[in-house]
């Protein structure tokens, strides 16, 4: 899963700093949010260092919150620590920092600032959608519903809410397949994400809803196809490219994985330490191309999509059934590894 939004914070300045200093803040503020992060960091870090300007809480914020855009996630932690600490209070310094910690892979640290948060601001819905998010990231789906549903409640039209919601209910349908079930008993949950997608399309301000419509347009395949085709645990649990025992029935062939791209290792995984397998279920068509892909087992920081695009790229020839090609779902398997 990808964090696709960008946190931006409004504070009230501080009565005991001049105009022209409280307009260099301001200018660092705007180069942060114009995305000229280096600019920002470096007139930011200038301003932490002046006797005027050393304790705003500003400063250290948005200094955070750039060095998060550029990846240095250790100095993004360290201004955000200091943000938190001239201002404890603050639920949105928390969140951010909350946010710098999911980043780096402190999950108990994250969800410690993002508790708090919440407790100083019960309206706050981006500390529950990174919490929802850091939840979803170790696997715990009940809480992570609960707060992705809080957040779309607190804020209708926030989109990447929706999206953590439908991934949870697509992980959960994964779960219960791994655990023995079958697709076509636990479809509900693929019903669920779609009608959230749909409501996202409907209620959010979307300035591109392509990435939601093409995973609308994805799970909308697979919940036909399920509805059709009898895929036993058996099958789907079986990775694709592992020996399949050859069918028995004549003129009947099995699907085969004649090339796998390697995915390639992002450097928010690489800098937080994630190594893990990604499961995605991906629909082999009978003309011999990848027709549709979903990820129903996550490792976030970036790598479900480098495992998706990874897929994008097998080669394979179709399963036959009389003679003839046909199209078929199966799991395929990415698994990263930090040497």
């Known amino acids: 899963m990808k964090l696709i939004y960008k946190i931006i914070l409004v504070f009230a300045l501080s009565a005991n700093v001049i105009f022209a200093q409280q307009s260099d803040v301001e200018k660092g503020i705007d180069l942060y949010k114009q995305g000229n ?103 715990k789906y009940d809480p992570a519903l609960i707060d992705a549903e809080k957040s779309i409640t607190l804020q209708a039209i ?87 025992v050859p069918p028995t029935e004549a003129n009947t062939t099995s699907l085969r994985i004649l090339s796998k791209p390697r995915p390639s290792y992002t450097d928010k995984a690489r800098q937080a330490g994630i190594s893990g397998t990604i499961r995605l279920l991906v629909l082999f068509g009978a003309n011999g191309k990848i027709q549709n892909i979903i990820t129903v087992s996550g490792l976030g920081y970036g790598l479900d999509e480098q495992a998706i695009k990874a897929a994008r790229g097998l080669t394979f020839e179709p399963a036959t059934e009389n003679g003839k090609p046909v199209s078929v779902v199966k799991t395929v398997m990415f698994t990263f590894t930090i040497y």
């Open 37 to 139: 992060n280096q600019a920002a960091i470096s007139l930011l870090e200038k301003l932490s260092k002046q006797k005027t300007t050393k304790n705003e809480v500003k400063v250290w914020n948005y200094l955070g919150l750039a060095y998060i855009e550029k990846g240095d996630l250790k100095k993004a932690r360290k201004a955000l620590e200091k943000a938190d600490g001239l201002s404890p209070q603050n639920s949105a310094v928390k969140t951010n920092l909350g946010y710098a910690y999911l980043l780096s892979n402190k999950i108990n640290n994250a969800q410690l600032q993002l508790d708090e948060a919440i407790k100083l601001e019960p309206k706050n819905f981006l500390a529950y959608y990174i919490r929802g998010t850091s939840f979803l990231w170790e696997k």
């Open 158 to 244: 926030f989109s990447s809410a929706y999206t953590l919601k439908a991934d949870i209910l697509m992980a959960q349908f994964g779960q219960k397949i791994a655990n023995g079930s079958t697709a076509r008993a636990e479809l509900d949950f693929l019903r669920r994400a779609i009608e959230t997608l749909e409501n996202c399309i409907k209620n959010c301000q979307l300035a591109n809803s392509q990435p939601q419509q093409e995973k609308l347009e994805s799970l909308k395949v697979f919940y036909e196809y399920f509805s059709k085709n009898k895929a036993s645990s058996a099958d789907l649990n079986t990775s694709a490219d592992e020996k399949i």
